[in-house]
């Protein structure tokens, strides 16, 4: 392998891992729209499931409200019935007796009537309730919409970019020896996605440890691609022709 060969080999890693971070970028970008996506959804979800329990509250309700007018309306029959006995009556202990089944069903009737407006009062606090969870929801779903095709448009624009990206790192990491692109990726892997550091005043910039000066030394004059005897990355140095 003649110098001019790991000159560009390191040229062609360094492109590449210029071209892994955009990448990376690009993805992560991707990846948090995508989220926004998941959850705009779910807040959706969550009003909507709000909505379900209170249209069930409601009916639950109606028709415990249906029982009791039904029940209020029996007992004005009971009423109406037996105020129409009290003129045929004989008997002063038959009519107490008939006046007094009226009172009883009177009294009832008035407390069926308060818990008819109670519970009347309890159905307009949920469906005021509902009302407004059905505006949220109708607001989101517009907001939504809105950010909803602004994302599509992004993700569409980022899968774009990442094909151009992708195809351009193949150009520069298929012409590498296979060890080679084994290395970069296993380093790209374990080292916190760099891989490949210069080498300055005498110290590698991945890990920030002197180097021995001799394989500083050597990395002047291109015998081969060196690594970091400390944490392995592979190093270049900048020359005054670069
Ligand atoms: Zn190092």
Redesign the pocket.
């Known amino acids: 392998m003649g110098g001019n060969n790991v000159h560009e080999h390191m040229e062609l890693l360094k492109a590449l891992q210029d071209l892994d971070h955009e990448l990376n970028g690009i993805r992560q970008e991707r990846r948090s729209l995508e989220q926004e996506q998941v959850e705009l959804t779910g807040a959706m979800v969550r009003i909507q499931t709000m909505i379900d329990g209170l249209d069930e509250e409601i009916g639950t309700l109606q028709s415990q409200n249906d029982e009791l007018e039904q029940g209020f309306a029996q007992e004005e029959a009971n009423i109406s019935r037996s105020e129409g006995r009290l003129p045929e009556i004989k008997t002063q202990k038959e009519y107490l007796a008939v006046l007094k089944e009226v009172d009883t069903a009177k009294k009832v009737a008035k407390d069926l009537q308060t818990a008819l407006e109670e519970k009347q009062a309890q159905i307009d606090a949920l469906i005021v309730e509902k009302d407004e969870k059905l505006k949220q929801l109708d607001e989101l779903k517009e907001r939504s919409a809105a950010r909803e095709a602004e994302i599509s448009a992004a993700l569409k624009e980022f899968d774009k970019t990442l094909e151009k990206k992708a195809s351009q790192r193949s150009k520069h990491f298929d012409p590498l020896p296979k060890q080679m692109q084994k290395r970069y990726a296993l380093l790209m892997e374990r080292r916190g996605g760099i891989a490949v550091?210069e080498a300055r005043e005498g110290?590698?910039?991945?890990?920030?440890?002197h180097?021995p000066p001799q394989l500083f030394n050597s990395l002047f004059l291109d015998p081969q691609i060196q690594?970091?005897?400390?944490?392995?990355?592979l190093?270049f140095v900048l020359k005054a022709e670069d």
């Open positions: 550091v110290n590698c910039t991945g890990c920030n440890m180097l690594s970091c005897p400390h944490c392995n990355r190093l």
